[in-house]
């Protein structure tokens, strides 16, 4: 009996097994492509961003116009606005799908190592309490990142402005 059931279990094994025919088939060529690769670098820092930051950030550069539901042959500009709980980008497109601009705003975010370092020197025993980053991109011009952050020391508040290598403005 136990024979008998060892060999019904190596066959049912192996049958499967040489019944299967594999075809090799030659794939069409498929070329991938960034568009928006030039908004992507130019975001680009030593220290990154927030996670959210860039999470939203990379949706608006995979952000595919030809197949939204908002595009149209007549049109050569469109904007599209991106949200998240912690922010949003309002993104300015051309026809080809590549970016012309964004205004990004973001609230509450982690700052960069370098703008809290900045603000712990020169406030010192002074707590974030708010921070909004602002992020503004054109394709011509480059990027500004500007920090505006509500510092709170006791009943005293203050409000200030850095750039994101945590130089005051």
Not at 63 to 74: P, V
Not at 89 to 94: C, E, G, R, S, T
Request: aromatic content about 12%.
């Amino acid at each position: 009996m136990k024979k008998l059931l060892l060999g019904l279990l190596c066959i049912g094994l192996t049958s499967p097994v040489l019944a299967q025919i594999i075809k090799t088939e030659e794939l069409s060529e498929v070329v991938v492509y960034a568009t928006n690769y030039k908004y992507l670098n130019s975001l680009a820092s030593q220290e990154p961003a927030a996670i959210p930051v860039q999470m939203l950030e990379r949706k608006v550069a995979a952000f595919n116009l030809e197949d939204s539901e908002y595009y149209q042959d007549d049109y050569d500009y469109y904007q599209i606005r991106f949200y998240i709980p912690d922010g949003k980008i309002l993104a300015a497109y051309d026809k080809d799908g590549k970016i012309l601009r964004t205004i990004e705003k973001f609230e509450n975010v982690k700052l960069p190592e370098s703008v809290s370092n900045a603000i712990l020197d020169r406030f010192p025993g002074w707590t974030v309490s708010e921070d909004v980053y602002l992020v503004r991109y054109h394709r011509d011009k480059g990027v500004t990142k500007t920090y505006k952050v509500t510092l709170v020391n006791g009943e005293k508040t203050l409000k200030i402005k850095l750039d994101d290598k945590g130089n005051f403005l």
